[in-house]
């Protein structure tokens, strides 16, 4: 067997990673790079394997930096299965589908100021790209086997990062080996007591694992503790005349805050101010975690029955927009507000616009709630930057800027080692990916320390490893 690392290596973006077994080939993720521009359409455009060669695809959950590139893979020739759960293929339904939307803005803005000459530059994939490869997604619950390769039998177990999400169990069957050898992809491993979701259920043995890395070295706020920031940023900044703006992933992040917001608002904690999610594809998205209550935590349910609220998602001040001209209007109005909208790292989407028409005044709070790549301009917000550039312009940072680590969907140094201590039957060889270098290195001393017999290795890209 080989595995090689495609993306996400000594990075926290692009998940891919090829799995070749007795001449069959499993992808295991096709996420999008996320970075610099010019990088991100090179690593994006051109896979380093041949597309029509995977005979299936393996999804462990919906983010972009998972699912992203899915499009482009079938346009490039893939005619296999994609595999993941119910709940991660209804979230792909509406993600790719604005991913192509994104795609197809971009090469639309970069032709507008190409230079005369320069060739025009084609999305990566398009809508109708995007729509055709939701014919390939086959879905399957947690905890079903299911056989999707001779000889490799599938199952998914819960990762507790996001609804839908996965740990990916593959139960396999080499020719030459005397019997299956388990191969875990841990996925994007989740926090416990995440709002709306179930803990992650680590696996009971693996012999390989693939491991996220994320937070590597690093310690998260408890949610309780982040609740209650919350609660106090919105208030301090609402009493000084400024509105709250949160950069937001709209898949899971966005959720996660507007239940914490139910319940603050619902209960009083917080001044009676309208709230709103400034994102048509949160608006889509919130639909399907309405759609999926089976995915609830116990917590979720306990709040619903208690307080007879049948919708986590809507409370009395808050609105979603959907229409451009709605979230124009938000730029117009000076009286304090919160404002959730994408995308998470800044770097395009209403978010910007936002930022943009409230950067100026320190009576507002810019409020960091998940991980920055780098190159991006949230990441120079986190880094302290005193000016940025927006729409080819310079603006100096005058609102607060705070970060708050405490809603993460990815556990911190010690939950990523004490799923790993979960795990009955350790793995004999690790593969430590999703995490900038610094963070990968950090963990895998932590895990080396705890467990010296286990290998560790920290993968470079497209590098391949035999096991």
């Excluded at 595995?3 to 799995?19: C, M």
């Excluded at 230079?115 to 809508?127: A, D, R």
């Excluded at 117009?332 to 028409?357: C, L, T």
């Amino acid at each position: 067997m080989k595995i090689t690392f495609h993306g996400a290596a000594r990075t926290v973006t692009g998940s891919q990673h090829l799995v070749d077994v007795d001449g069959k080939r499993i992808l295991l993720d096709c996420g999008l790079y996320q970075g610099r521009r010019r990088d991100m359409i090179e690593r994006n455009r051109n896979f380093p394997f041949d597309p029509a060669s995977i005979d299936v695809m393996v999804l462990s959950h919906a983010h972009i930096d998972h699912s992203g590139n899915i499009p482009n893979l079938v346009k490039s020739g893939f005619t296999g299965d994609i595999v993941c759960t119910h709940a991660t293929r209804d979230l792909c339904a509406s993600m790719l589908l604005d991913s192509g939307h994104i795609q197809e803005r971009n090469a639309e803005y970069a032709n507008k100021y190409r230079k005369e000459g320069e060739p025009l530059e084609e999305p990566i994939y398009t809508q109708d790209d995007a729509r055709r490869s939701l014919d390939s997604f086959v879905s399957v619950h947690y905890g079903r086997k299911r056989e999707i390769l001779p000889g490799i039998e599938l199952q998914f177990i819960e990762a507790g990062h996001m609804l839908g999400s996965a740990h990916v169990i593959l139960d396999i069957k080499e020719e030459r080996k005397a019997h299956k050898r388990r191969l875990v992809f841990s996925g994007d491993i989740g926090r416990r007591g995440i709002p709306i979701i179930r803990d992650p259920h680590p696996p009971t043995n693996a012999e390989i694992l693939i491991m996220e890395s994320t937070y590597g070295g690093r310690d998260n706020e408890d949610y309780l503790s982040a609740k209650k920031h919350l609660k106090e940023i919105i208030t301090k900044t609402a009493g000084r005349g400024g509105s709250v703006i949160i950069p937001a992933f709209a898949v899971g992040r966005t959720q996660q805050i507007i239940v914490q917001l139910n319940e603050l608002a619902e209960t009083g904690q917080i001044p009676n101010l309208p709230v709103f999610v400034d994102s048509p594809l949160a608006v889509d998205v919130t639909s399907t975690f309405r759609n999926h209550p089976e995915c609830y935590d116990f917590e979720l349910n306990s709040f619903l029955a208690e307080s007879g609220d049948d919708d986590p998602f809507g409370f009395h001040n808050l609105k979603y927009v959907r229409s451009v001209d709605e979230s124009k209007a938000l730029n117009y109005r000076v009286d304090p507000m919160v404002i959730i909208s994408a995308s998470g790292m800044m770097e395009f989407g209403r978010i910007v616009h936002h930022i943009k028409n409230r950067i100026h005044d320190h009576r507002n709070t810019l409020l960091v709630t998940g991980w920055q790549a780098p190159g991006t301009l949230g990441r120079k917000f986190v880094d302290g930057a005193e000016s940025v550039t927006i729409f080819g312009k310079e603006y100096r940072v005058k609102f607060d800027v705070i970060v708050l680590n405490g809603f993460s969907g990815h556990a911190d140094h010690d939950e990523l080692l004490e799923w790993v201590d979960q795990i009955e039957s350790k793995p004999q060889r690790t593969f430590l990916i999703h995490g900038e270098e610094e963070a990968a290195t950090t963990l895998s001393e932590g895990l080396s320390r705890h467990y010296p017999k286990m290998q560790i290795d920290i993968p470079k890209l497209n590098e391949t490893f035999e096991v």
